[in-house]
C-alpha cells in the first residue's frame, strides 16, 4: 500500500467510522454497505457527509436518476474514494 492509498483508507475510515480494511477493494465493499444503509435510513446524514468531503455535486446528482440503492452506492463509493484520493495526494504535496 503507498502512502496515497494509506492516508485515503485513514480518511475514509474516520469520516465512515469503519474499521481499518485489507485494501482498496474492500474499503470499496466496506464504503458500499455504509452508503446503502444512509440512503435507506439517514440520507440528510449522507448528503452532509458528501457536501464536508466535497465530493462532485453534479456527479452525485447524477447517480440519483437511478432509483435502486444498490446501483447507486456502489458508484458513490468509487466517487468518494476518488476524492478522498485527491486530499492524501493534496496532503502529501503540501506536507513540507
Known amino acids: 500500500m503507498n502512502e496515497v492509498e494509506k492516508i ?3 480518511l475514509i475510515l474516520r469520516e465512515f467510522q469503519m474499521e481499518k480494511g485489507a485494501n482498496k477493494e474492500a474499503i470499496l465493499q466496506a464504503l458500499t454497505q455504509a452508503i446503502i444503509v444512509l440512503l435507506l435510513r439517514d440520507l440528510e446524514k449522507l448528503w452532509n457527509i458528501l457536501y464536508r468531503i466535497d465530493v462532485n455535486e453534479r456527479k452525485v446528482k447524477a447517480l440519483f436518476d437511478k432509483s435502486n440503492p444498490q446501483e ?4 458513490m463509493a468509487k466517487l468518494i474514494y476518488e476524492r478522498m484520493e485527491q486530499k492524501a495526494i493534496s496532503r502529501i504535496q503540501y506536507r513540507s
Open 8 to 10: 485515503t483508507e485513514e
Open 72 to 75: 447507486i452506492a456502489p458508484e
